[in-house]
């Protein structure tokens, strides 16, 4: 049981270039969010799941694309990488609708210059 | 809309000191009060909760009651040690289940 497994772990980016962050659980878990976290600031909420087919738009969605087409998988795409987005990014699960309790991946540090 | 607002670091502390991070919070619905901890390199791994007021969230020696009449989660831990040298994170979930965080504060514990 992995839990939350999140690649790469580090990436450098060109302004304009593009790339897909992936997020992967094995804990059947209904619920993923994807999260942004910048020097200084608590996590921001990007975009979030509550099923396979269902996304919808977190605190700070500009500049990011996410599916979601199985259960395990969450992939967050930027399409066109901006100095601005340069962060760390958290993916996390949740079990069901009963449970508040989300576990986080170890995330993956972007740079874009 | 919901917030959290806990108190800015970076915290230092000796061996065996007291640690407190205050953190107080502002939302709509009745929440759920988290603390969340960040070791270095790692993602966040959920420290304690409470989920109604008078609630005390406790773990691996912290602890934290939930506040209602002043808003307030602060995380305490009696005598830390140079393991609990991290990031530490209140947060607040409401009725529907998103996060919301406060800035994190930073600690490190010196031998």
């Known amino acids: 049981n992995a839990g939350v497994t999140q690649t790469p772990k580090f990436r450098i980016l060109k302004i304009g270039q593009s790339m897909t962050l992936q997020c992967a659980q094995d804990?059947?878990?209904?619920?993923m969010y994807w999260y942004r976290q910048d020097p200084g600031m608590g996590l921001k909420l990007i975009y979030y799941s509550v099923g396979a087919g269902i996304t919808d738009k977190g605190e700070v969605p500009n500049g990011y694309n996410v599916s979601r087409s199985t259960t395990e998988d969450f992939p967050l795409r930027l399409e066109l990488a901006a100095p601005s987005q340069t962060s760390v990014y958290f993916c996390?699960?949740?079990?069901?609708?009963?449970?508040?309790?989300?576990?986080f991946g170890p995330g993956t540090r972007l740079t874009v210059l | 809309g919901n917030s959290v607002t806990q108190m800015e670091g970076p915290v230092t502390l000796s061996e065996e000191a007291f640690l407190t991070i205050n953190c107080t919070y502002t939302a709509t619905g009745y929440p759920s009060l988290f603390w969340y901890v960040q070791y270095p390199g790692e993602g966040l791994q959920l420290l304690l909760k409470?989920?109604?007021?008078?609630d005390k969230g406790s773990n691996k020696g912290f602890e934290a009651t939930y506040r209602k009449e002043t808003t307030s989660f602060h995380l305490e831990k009696g005598s830390v040690q140079v393991s609990d040298s991290a990031v530490y994170f209140c947060?607040?979930?409401?009725?529907?289940?998103?996060?919301?965080f406060g800035a994190g504060t930073t600690v490190t514990v010196r031998a």
């Open positions: 996390a699960s949740r079990g069901s609708a009963s449970t508040d309790t989300q576990y």
């Open positions: 804990m059947n878990h209904n619920y």
């Open positions: 947060a607040l979930s409401d009725y529907d289940y998103k996060l919301s």
């Open positions: 409470a989920t109604k007021a008078d």
